[in-house]
């Protein structure tokens, strides 16, 4: 069987001072105790599919890929696949050179032109390394889309363990779509993969997340999410209307010059199968 190949993709973050956050608009009390459990991982098969990560950058919007089916598995009781070719486009959409993403332009894009067809109803920022925020948006939404700044060693895992210092270059995206306190582990899709994550990693390593909103998730389940005021959340986009150029953080150094050939400049490598297995806000 031939190496199988793992590439990284997401730009170092992007900030707007005007970001709604997820903690706005739930109860205290779920701030303070969500469950101790959440499964959305167990109807999913073992492999989900690279989504072009293999080839590309596209981590992004592989990751929105990944949740898309998460959401219908468990909203709509039918999993439910975007095409390589629709995951492709849309990155080339964003990133033509090959580049990578910021994850804040691949929400706005999922918002407002969709990606194969499925476009998102809002988003809200959960506060970085903050395990009771990631296993909120789990809850309440199915999942939680994340931006880690990975190590240079243990970069493609195990995740379940910490490592050396996070490397701003080696940004990466992923979902977490379940959790269990007993074990201090999520599980998170990436490159395809279901992987266990430890909390410790997470807190680590999470540079950004966010809780995203598809009406899949609620309208085919006929409910809304305990304890979110999704009311409240309308009334904040109609009074926001269209973002503003974000406001970037401090000047960082510019990341390596891409070899041609080899794809994006956050990092790109090959791994043996086996050796590394196991592993929502802009409101526009």
């Known amino acids: 069987m031939p190496p ?7 730009r170092p973050p992007k900030l707007d001072r005007r970001t709604l956050r997820l903690s706005t608009y739930v109860r205290p009390a779920l701030l303070v105790a969500p469950p101790a459990q959440i499964d959305h991982q167990s109807q999913l098969p073992a492999d989900l599919g690279m989504m072009g990560n293999d080839r590309y950058g596209d981590c992004g919007i592989a990751a929105a890929g990944h949740m898309v089916q998460e959401w219908t598995a468990y909203g709509a009781g039918v999993m ?3 095409s390589d070719a629709d995951i492709i486009n849309a990155y080339f959409a964003l990133s033509p050179n090959d580049q990578g993403i910021y994850l804040l332009d691949g929400l706005n894009y999922w918002r407002h032109t969709g990606i194969g067809g499925d476009q998102i109803e809002a ?10 925020q990631a296993k909120l948006a789990i809850q309440l939404f199915g999942s939680t889309y994340i931006g880690l700044s990975l190590p240079d060693e243990g970069t493609f895992g195990p995740w379940d363990r910490t490592y050396g210092p996070p490397n701003l270059y080696n940004g990466h995206a992923v979902c977490l779509i379940a959790y269990d306190d007993a074990t201090q582990l999520f599980t998170a899709v990436s490159w395809g993969e279901k992987m266990p994550m430890s909390y410790a990693f997470y807190e680590k390593y999470n540079d950004e997340g966010y809780a995203v909103l598809n009406d899949i998730e609620l309208t ?3 409910v ?12 904040d986009l109609a009074r926001l209307g269209e973002p ?8 960082e150094p510019e990341p390596p ?5 080899t794809g994006c400049a956050l990092g790109v490598a090959t791994i043996v199968l086996g050796v590394a297995a196991t592993l929502w806000t802009i409101l526009a």
Do not use: C, N, W
């Not at 199988?4 to 997401?10: E, I, N, V």
């Open 244 to 251: 503003v150029t974000p406001v970037e953080p401090e000047p």
């Open 257 to 261: 010059v891409p070899v041609p050939g």
């Open 4 to 10: 199988k190949t793992y590439r990284l993709g997401k």
């Open 80 to 82: 439910h696949t975007i």
């Open 123 to 132: 988003y809200a920022a959960t506060q970085p390394a903050s395990v009771i």
């Open 220 to 222: 085919a389940a006929g």
């Open 224 to 235: 809304s999410p305990e304890g979110f005021d999704f009311a409240r959340l309308e009334s």
